[in-house]
């Protein structure tokens, strides 16, 4: 009898809806990038700048779990809920921002069926997930009843819709070109890597992503210079941490979709793991994902942070152009290759 | 001449008093960019409509203190106005006190504080584009300038000692000689800034996301300038060619060749470049200053024959120069004296009034930063929030200097 149960239980994690969701790509792997990527964006920041970055923390290995260590002091931290705020969105926001940003790993594939939730149309619920955190970060905004944090909010609003439309596009234009819409087929559909097929696509998803995440040069809903900590100036604690980690979990969940889409996914295949457990196959697309994130934080060194109205000018006079061109792109190689 | 430029700063305003509906934001004294001030920053959408620099957050009563201590003692007290410019800060307090006294330095005095004057100017340049650019959130350009700042205050702290507060100057002449291979470590320094500067551009001015957060922005036209009084870079980057080094006979500027950067745009951009080609021209004076270095004493002979003449055959022999016991009584003869320097921020400008005891009656500093704190209100109404940053970066201003 108790063997059955631990061999249930075994089952059940092992199955793709628990493992991948919970254990890899999804929330475990999840947290462990969100450590890893900060200390990576602090320690490539720190090379170039001839500093030395994160060091105390675990010394031999370059203060690599100074993450950790900062999380653990988040977690200690007394939560205070300002007497003006509305305390109810308050508290409730970030869990909801938290919630929607760990949701798209219930769609995405790691390996071949081996997808949590197969559907047909991963990819539009993928990106319908992530377009709602926006709303709960207005949400925090606007209940901490701070200066700061509405115009955080305000500004967290105009910049989704500078990037979510040519997200949505240079995404379905590939969706278009490889006629389907589940994230596990298109994979398939890659005889050479996405990017190569639709540049143009791939050059718009990524800057939209990069606009998505709030990273430089686009990091002005935080906008540290004019208005403190945006939308999060009034959270204090492991709250706070939340609303820090929400722009990497999303990095993340947007990479991994990234490389699905664009470098043809978990391909090449490791044979050897895959017969193994499937649930590990999925090596090369999270080392695809994590590389994309590395250049992604590496812009911080490069670049400062564009004003709101620029930023909004690009969004639509640029990269909503340029993803209607990739649109008009994806239907042009589609009709050739039928021909 | 008030009226005149309180008419130009209201011309600029777009809000009137007591307008509720304007957004009101108050930025700093507790604010990652404020600096040690206060801004109240009135917007209407997106756009600021008016800014009230409130000033005096860190005002010390520095010239009342000055006035109630011996004037030597006034040196080391006025370099806390700009510590990250002290020499600058204060060669024009000790050049008016020499006037004041009627101490000639001698002629090697002049070119030490020459060359410490500039090597304060580099670092001062340096610390403002870092800040300049932490308020774009650039931060490589930050650590960039911060870090090779650093070379230059190991230089000034090998000549006087001190990295910051460096004291040099007293009247009469300087505290210390040039120490040995001083030249060689200038020119592996320079060699190295050279190639920074080279970096900067690509980093951070040829940036076209720096570019166009700052070409065309806070535009300050050169009548307006002329009008506020504006003084520094700032003034210089609207195609005014005023520089106090040139204005005033005070170390051995007019014994050098040097070019006075000017910029017709008179944008945040302009204002940046500005300072860059600054740097390079100090560069140019510290090379020619180490150069023609003429050999000689440090201290004016007459307050050298006043030192013991074990002390003084010390003080000649190693080159250092202990403060002679009678500079602490030291009598200012009754009188005024006036006196100004360029400072990395502009001119700085000393009116001393004696009345014949050993502590100044009056000493009045005019700062650079004071001067400028006129552009906030000025230049920012009209332009989005973001540009605040933007502009604040490009004047550097510093509180405490302009609060005294």
Same mark, same amino acid.
């Given at each position: 009898?108790?063997?059955?149960?631990?061999?249930?239980?075994?089952?059940?994690?092992?199955?793709?809806?628990?493992?991948?969701?919970?254990?890899?790509?999804?929330?475990?792997?999840?947290?462990?990038?969100?450590?890893?990527?900060?200390?990576?964006?602090?320690?490539?920041?720190?090379?170039?700048?001839?500093? !030395?970055?994160?060091? @105390?923390?675990?010394?031999?290995?370059?203060?690599?779990? &100074?993450?950790?260590?900062?999380?653990?002091? @988040?977690?200690?931290?007394?939560?205070? #809920?300002?007497?003006?705020?509305?305390?109810?969105?308050?508290?409730?926001?970030?869990?909801?921002?938290?919630?929607?940003?760990?949701?798209?790993?219930?769609?995405?594939?790691?390996?071949?069926?081996?997808?949590?939730?197969?559907?047909?149309?991963?990819?539009?619920?993928?990106?319908?997930?992530?377009?709602?955190?926006? #709303?709960?970060?207005?949400?925090?905004?606007?209940?901490?009843?701070?200066?700061?944090?509405?115009?955080?909010?305000?500004?967290?609003?105009?910049?989704?819709?500078?990037?979510?439309?040519?997200?949505?596009?240079?995404?379905?234009?590939?969706?278009?070109?490889?006629?389907?819409?589940? /994230?596990?087929?298109?994979?398939?559909?890659?005889?050479?890597?996405?990017?190569?097929?639709?540049?143009?696509?791939?050059?718009?998803?990524?800057?939209?992503?990069?606009?998505?995440?709030?990273? *430089?040069?686009?990091?002005?809903?935080?906008?540290?210079?004019?208005?403190?900590?945006?939308?999060? !100036?009034?959270?204090?604690?492991?709250?706070?941490?939340?609303?820090?980690?929400?722009?990497?979990?999303?990095?993340?969940?947007?990479?991994?979709?990234?490389?699905?889409?664009?470098?043809?996914?978990?391909?090449?295949?490791?044979?050897?793991?895959?017969?193994?457990?499937?649930?590990?196959?999925?090596?090369?697309?999270?080392?695809?994902?994590?590389?994309?994130?590395?250049?992604?934080?590496?812009?911080?060194?490069?670049?400062?942070?564009?004003?709101?109205?620029?930023?909004?000018?690009?969004?639509?006079?640029?990269?909503?152009?340029?993803?209607?061109?990739?649109?008009?792109?994806?239907?042009?190689?589609?009709?050739?290759?039928?021909? | 001449?008030?009226?005149?430029?309180?008419?130009?700063?209201?011309?600029?305003?777009?809000?009137?008093?007591?307008?509720?509906?304007?957004?009101?934001?108050?930025?700093?004294?507790?604010?990652?960019?404020?600096?040690?001030?206060?801004?109240?920053?009135?917007?209407?959408?997106?756009?600021?409509?008016?800014?009230?620099?409130?000033?005096?957050?860190?005002?010390?009563?520095?010239?009342? =203190?000055?006035?109630?201590?011996?004037?030597?003692?006034?040196?080391?007290?006025?370099?806390?106005?700009?510590?990250?410019?002290?020499?600058?800060?204060?060669?024009?307090?000790?050049?008016? *006190?020499?006037?004041? *006294?009627?101490?000639?330095?001698?002629?090697?005095?002049? @070119?030490?504080?020459? =060359?410490?004057?500039?090597?304060?100017?580099?670092?001062?340049? =340096?610390?403002?584009?870092?800040?300049?650019? #932490?308020?774009?959130?650039?931060?490589?350009?930050?650590?960039?300038?911060?870090?090779?700042?650093?070379?230059?205050?190991?230089?000034?702290?090998? *000549?006087?000692?001190?990295?910051?507060?460096?004291?040099?100057?007293?009247?009469?002449?300087?505290?210390?000689?040039?120490?040995?291979?001083?030249? +060689?470590?200038?020119?592996?320094?320079?060699?190295?800034?050279?190639?920074?500067?080279?970096?900067?551009?690509?980093?951070?001015?040829?940036?076209?996301?720096?570019?166009?957060?700052?070409?065309?922005?806070?535009?300050?036209?050169?009548?307006?300038? &002329?009008?506020?009084? #504006?003084?520094?870079?700032?003034?210089?980057?609207?195609?005014?060619?005023?520089?106090?080094?040139?204005?005033?006979?005070?170390?051995?500027?007019? +014994?050098?060749?040097?070019?006075?950067? !000017?910029?017709?745009?008179?944008?945040?951009?302009?204002?940046? =470049?500005?300072?860059?080609?600054?740097?390079? &021209?100090?560069?140019?004076?510290?090379?020619?200053?180490?150069?023609?270095?003429?050999?000689?004493?440090?201290?004016?002979?007459?307050?050298?024959?006043?030192?013991? $003449?074990?002390?003084?055959?010390?003080?000649?022999?190693?080159?250092?120069?202990?403060?002679?016991?009678?500079?602490?009584?030291?009598?200012?003869?009754?009188?005024?004296?006036?006196?100004?320097?360029?400072?990395?921020?502009?001119?700085?400008?000393?009116?001393?009034?004696?009345?014949?005891?050993?502590? $100044?009656?009056? /000493?009045?500093?005019?700062?650079?930063?004071?001067?400028?704190?006129?552009?906030?209100?000025?230049?920012?109404?009209?332009?989005?929030?973001?540009?605040?940053?933007?502009?604040?970066?490009?004047?550097?201003?510093?509180?405490?200097?302009?609060?005294?």
């Amino acid at each position: 009898m108790g063997i059955d149960l631990v061999n249930l239980l075994i089952r059940l994690l092992l199955s793709p809806r628990v493992f991948a969701p919970v254990v890899f790509p999804g929330l475990l792997t999840a947290l462990i990038v969100l450590l890893i990527i900060i200390w990576a964006e602090r320690k490539i920041a720190a090379r170039i700048q001839m500093r !030395v970055g994160p060091l @105390y923390v675990t010394r031999h290995f370059g203060g690599v779990l &100074q993450m950790l260590a900062d999380g653990t002091r @988040y977690m200690f931290q007394e939560f205070i #809920i300002p007497e003006t705020a509305d305390r109810i969105p308050f508290v409730l926001a970030p869990v909801l921002a938290l919630v929607l940003a760990i949701l798209p790993f219930a769609f995405i594939p790691s390996a071949p069926k081996f997808a949590p939730v197969t559907s047909p149309l991963s990819l539009p619920a993928v990106l319908a997930v992530l377009s709602a955190i926006p #709303i709960s970060v207005l949400l925090m905004g606007w209940s901490s009843n701070n200066k700061f944090s509405i115009q955080g909010a305000v500004r967290e609003a105009f910049m989704s819709l500078a990037y979510e439309i040519p997200l949505f596009i240079s995404a379905l234009s590939m969706a278009i070109l490889y006629g389907t819409m589940s /994230l596990e087929e298109m994979v398939d559909k890659q005889p050479i890597p996405g990017f190569l097929l639709n540049p143009i696509a791939a050059f718009t998803f990524l800057v939209s992503m990069v606009m998505s995440a709030g990273k *430089l040069p686009f990091d002005i809903v935080e906008g540290e210079q004019e208005i403190v900590a945006g939308p999060y !100036v009034e959270y204090t604690g492991i709250i706070f941490g939340i609303g820090m980690g929400l722009a990497y979990l999303k990095l993340y969940a947007l990479s991994l979709v990234y490389t699905i889409i664009f470098l043809s996914g978990w391909e090449p295949l490791p044979e050897v793991l895959y017969r193994f457990y499937p649930g590990v196959a999925g090596i090369f697309l999270f080392a695809k994902a994590f590389l994309l994130m590395l250049f992604v934080v590496f812009l911080r060194s490069v670049y400062g942070r564009y004003r709101l109205d620029q930023a909004i000018r690009i969004g639509w006079r640029i990269y909503f152009v340029l993803s209607v061109i990739s649109l008009v792109f994806s239907v042009g190689v589609k009709v050739i290759t039928c021909v | 001449m008030l009226s005149m430029s309180s008419d130009i700063v209201s011309s600029k305003l777009l809000f009137r008093e007591g307008d509720e509906s304007a957004y009101e934001l108050f930025i700093g004294p507790q604010h990652p960019s404020s600096g040690h001030m206060r801004f109240i920053v009135r917007l209407r959408g997106d756009i600021i409509v008016s800014v009230d620099p409130d000033i005096g957050y860190v005002h010390r009563t520095m010239e009342k =203190l000055a006035e109630g201590r011996e004037a030597i003692k006034a040196i080391p007290l006025l370099e806390r106005l700009t510590i990250i410019d002290s020499h600058n800060a204060t060669v024009a307090l000790v050049t008016a *006190l020499e006037r004041l *006294l009627d101490a000639e330095p001698p002629p090697r005095a002049l @070119y030490l504080r020459t =060359l410490l004057s500039e090597i304060n100017r580099i670092a001062s340049h =340096l610390y403002g584009m870092g800040i300049a650019g #932490i308020m774009l959130n650039h931060s490589t350009m930050f650590m960039w300038a911060f870090g090779d700042r650093e070379v230059w205050l190991q230089l000034a702290e090998e *000549l006087t000692g001190a990295r910051l507060t460096h004291t040099y100057s007293i009247p009469g002449g300087v505290r210390r000689d040039l120490p040995q291979g001083f030249k +060689e470590r200038f020119e592996k320094a320079a060699r190295y800034m050279e190639k920074r500067l080279e970096d900067y551009m690509k980093i951070f001015f040829r940036n076209p996301q720096v570019a166009s957060r700052y070409e065309g922005v806070g535009v300050l036209r050169k009548s307006e300038a &002329q009008k506020l009084g #504006i003084v520094g870079p700032n003034l210089r980057a609207s195609g005014v060619k005023y520089d106090a080094r040139l204005a005033d006979d005070y170390c051995a500027y007019s +014994e050098l060749e040097f070019e006075v950067p !000017v910029r017709e745009e008179g944008d945040c951009m302009a204002r940046m =470049l500005v300072r860059v080609e600054e740097i390079r &021209q100090s560069l140019s004076i510290i090379r020619q200053v180490l150069d023609k270095m003429p050999s000689g004493p440090i201290l004016a002979e007459k307050y050298l024959k006043l030192l013991p $003449p074990k002390i003084r055959e010390q003080a000649t022999r190693s080159g250092h120069v202990k403060f002679p016991g009678v500079f602490a009584t030291l009598k200012l003869p009754a009188g005024e004296a006036v006196a100004r320097a360029e400072m990395g921020h502009g001119e700085i400008f000393y009116h001393v009034v004696s009345d014949g005891s050993a502590k $100044p009656y009056r /000493l009045r500093v005019v700062t650079p930063s004071f001067r400028n704190v006129v552009l906030f209100r000025y230049l920012p109404p009209g332009h989005r929030f973001m540009d605040f940053p933007a502009i604040y970066g490009s004047l550097d201003y510093f509180p405490p200097e302009s609060d005294r």
